[in-house]
């Protein structure tokens, strides 16, 4: 029995001996009991090429030698793997602050409304628009586009302190003859909502004003091709493509501009509204629900805004986006106007839209400003007596407006 162990004994020295040795030669792979370069001591995977192991109770399993080394030349030892040399991680990139909310803001009309003019609430007195534009500067606020709000969100562009972007819908001429001037002398950008159907019309811009304020650093956004505007939520999908897709590729094509924001007709919106807009190659919307623009809560296609309506005074338009800016708000509704809540079987409520008590809208419009007694909520804005005679003009071979299931 002595001699029997003495001789297995001398057996596993000599093993131990070779193997030492091929090892030394880089013979085989310094892992004993290695099938194969995939497979680490204990029948495990090994991490893939330039990972680091996992911290466990055993040592780590030495890796092969370095790529490059001849296989069997001399002193070619293979090395820890923690000592294996990994490849240069990239640059950290910035993490975008998810919860950055920056105000919107809505105009509409920057000129005094005559005695007869409808939505008055929607015009703003051009010294009271200057005004209001001088507060917010003197309140830390500076002015950016939607594509610079956008690089903010994503992490590629460094915010402002108070960030706030200013937006005009539709396309009146008031906006470049009294907007434009404030707004240059104080080397702020805005976000023209155009109209395609508004260009070259009466009461609207002409191309080339156009031209002008992008050369001033303004932002153009989609705001669809028709006059008077289209509700997505109930047009057919023809009408729907056509406003969404054929309104973007001709301003695009007209002004030589990148169009990456579209501004829902109406404000109104659905999921197959935000579907189509996505669908064109549109990088966020906007729309009318009151709030700060909050992608973290609301997703890029339903980015809320702040309407301004006539004679807030700048004092309170402050005080509005002080609040918005500062405040989480609510889960935006997936569709907007939200659909009606169904009334109890056999009641007197029965057929009569509502919005659901407790929706984001409701919490939203306990916040919201209270519009002017004149009724002028509607987000629609009529232009001049001339357009209101007539339809615009029809650049695009335009499909019948008739609903369909959706």
């Given at each position: 029995?002595?001699r029997?162990g ?7 020295l ?11 030669l ?10 194969g370069?995939?497979?680490a ?6 991490p ?8 466990t109770?055993?040592p780590?399993?030495?890796a092969?030698?370095p790529?490059g080394?001849?296989p069997?030349?001399?002193?070619a ?12 991680a990239?640059?950290p990139?910035?993490?975008?602050d998810?919860?950055l ?14 005695t007869?003019?409808?939505l ?8 009271l ?14 002015a950016?586009?939607?594509?610079q709000?956008?690089?903010i ?21 008031s906006v470049y ?5 404030v ?8 976000v ?7 260009i ?5 811009f002409?191309a080339?004003?156009?031209?002008t304020?992008?050369a001033a ?17 109930t047009?057919?999908?023809?009408v729907?493509?056509?406003?969404v897709?054929?309104?973007?590729s001709?301003?695009?094509a007209?002004?030589d ?16 509204a ?9 990088v966020?919307a ?7 623009a ?12 702040i ?16 609040d ?7 889960a ?6 939200e ?7 056999g ?15 409701a919490?939203?419009?306990?916040r ?7 009724g002028?909520?509607t987000a629609a ?13 029809t ?12």
């Amino acid at each position: 029995m002595r001699r029997a162990g003495t001789g297995a004994a001398r057996k596993g020295l000599l093993r131990t001996a070779v193997l030492a040795c091929a090892c030394g030669l880089g013979l085989i792979s310094a892992a004993a009991g290695v099938v194969g370069p995939a497979t680490a001591v204990g029948g495990g995977t090994a991490p893939p090429s330039g990972a680091i192991a996992p911290n466990t109770a055993t040592p780590p399993a030495r890796a092969a030698a370095p790529s490059g080394t001849a296989p069997g030349a001399r002193g070619a030892r293979a090395a820890p793997a923690v000592a294996t040399k990994v490849a240069a991680a990239p640059p950290p990139v910035p993490v975008p602050d998810p919860g950055l909310r920056i105000p919107v803001l809505m105009y509409h009309v920057i000129a005094r409304p005559g005695t007869d003019a409808p939505l008055q609430g929607l015009y703003v007195d051009p010294s009271l628009f200057a005004a209001q534009m001088r507060a917010l500067s003197a309140a830390g606020y500076q002015a950016v586009t939607l594509g610079q709000a956008y690089a903010i969100w994503q992490g590629k562009a460094a915010a402002p302190a108070h960030p706030v972007v200013v937006s005009f819908d539709d396309g009146y001429v008031s906006v470049y003859q009294n907007a434009l001037p404030v707004l240059r002398s104080m080397a702020w950008p805005a976000v023209l909502c155009q109209q395609v159907q508004r260009i070259d019309f009466p009461g609207g811009f002409t191309a080339a004003q156009i031209h002008t304020m992008l050369a001033a650093g303004w932002e153009l956004a989609d705001h669809a091709v028709s006059q008077p505007e289209v509700d997505l939520t109930t047009a057919s999908p023809a009408v729907v493509h056509w406003e969404v897709y054929s309104s973007r590729s001709a301003l695009q094509a007209r002004f030589d501009v990148p169009v990456r924001f579209f501004c829902y007709p109406v404000g109104h919106y659905d999921p197959a509204a935000e579907a189509a807009v996505r669908a064109a190659g549109f990088v966020g919307a906007i729309g009318t629900v009151f709030g700060p623009a909050d992608p973290a809560v609301e997703g890029m296609y339903r980015l809320e805004r702040i309407r301004v309506w006539a004679g807030e005074t700048p004092s309170q338009l402050v005080a509005i986006v002080d609040d918005a800016a500062r405040q989480i708000p609510p889960a935006p509704p997936l569709s907007y106007p939200e659909p009606a809540a169904p009334a109890p079987p056999g009641s007197s409520a029965a057929g009569t839209a509502k919005t659901p008590t407790g929706s984001s809208t409701a919490a939203r419009q306990a916040r919201a400003p209270t519009p002017p007694a004149d009724g002028s909520s509607t987000a629609a804005v009529p232009g001049t007596a001339a357009s209101a005679a007539k339809p615009g003009p029809t650049p695009l071979a335009q499909p019948a407006r008739t609903s369909a299931a959706r």
